[in-house]
Antibody, heavy 125, light 108 residues
Framework: QITLKESGPALVKPTQTLTLTCSFS??????????VGWIRQPPGKALEWLAH???????KYSLSLRSRLTISKDTSKSQVVVTMTNVDPVDTATYYC?????????????????WGQGALVTVSS | DIQMTQSPSSLSASVGDRVTITCRAN??????LNWYQQKPGKAPRLLIY???RLQSGVPSRFSGSGSGTDFTLTISSLQPEDFAAYYC??????????FGQGTKLEIK
């Protein structure tokens, strides 16, 4: 079955760079039919989409955070990494990685059907 | 960019009630609309994809409808385990995806 798990620091200081890793299993990550994405959720607030990367290497980013985000993949390690530069306390959130499928039984869908458990990151000095 | 507006932001209902949550996009997204359920401390769970398709394993009391800019999620008969937050998400834009601000469904 498909599983994903986030890992990274629980605490980061303001202005530092945050690096999070998503380790996944159970699916082939080599085509544009599958992507791994990052979504975050500040405490008590709504979900916010950050970025995703397809198996063919195509990258998509949130327009508001594009200048601070980089997403990459290491297919041999079954990992996707996202880095966020110059973090601020407002970046305190639970960060989720999720599996995106583009095709749902012949229907174009682009939906996040499997999610990791999430990793809480606090930005504080 | 595409903005998603959910209503209501919170809702009180009783077990057995029929509940409807709406989601509106500021431009057409055809049927690229997903619905998720999230319980406290847990990751979101996919309920509906492509506006009206029920994800495998999701009870049939959940249904979705709509196309273009207006969408609804309906729970036909609320069960105790349905009290949670619900989010819509558009995936029509090739540039970025967007979530609604969420609807918190509480017990009356």
């Amino acid at each position: 079955q498909i599983t994903l798990k986030e890992s990274g620091p629980a605490l980061v200081k303001p202005t530092q760079t945050l690096t999070l890793t998503c380790s996944f299993s159970g699916f082939s990550f080599t085509s544009n039919a599958v992507a791994v994405g990052w979504i975050r959720q500040p405490p008590g607030k709504a979900l916010e989409w950050l970025a995703h990367i397809y198996g063919n290497g195509d990258e998509k980013y949130s327009l508001s955070l594009r200048s601070r985000l980089t997403i990459s993949k290491d297919t041999s390690k079954s990992q996707v990494v996202v880095t966020m530069t110059n973090v601020d306390p407002v970046d305190t959130a639970t960060y989720y990685c999720a599996h995106l499928r583009a095709d749902c039984s012949g229907i174009s869908c682009y939906t996040y059907d499997y999610w990791g458990q999430g990793a809480l990151v606090t930005v504080s000095s | 960019d595409i903005q998603m507006t959910q209503s209501p932001s919170s809702l009180s209902a009783s077990v057995g009630d029929r509940v409807t949550i709406t989601c509106r996009a500021n431009q057409t997204i055809t049927k690229y609309l997903n619905w998720y359920q999230q319980k406290p401390g847990k990751a979101p769970r996919l309920l509906i994809y492509a506006a009206s398709r029920l994800q495998s394993g999701v009870p049939s009391r959940f249904s979705g409808s709509g196309s273009g800019t207006d969408f609804t999620l309906t729970i036909s008969s609320l069960q105790p385990e349905d009290f949670a937050a619900y989010y819509c998400q558009q995936s029509a834009s090739a540039l970025m995806y967007t979530f609604g601000q969420g609807t918190k469904l509480e017990i009356k």
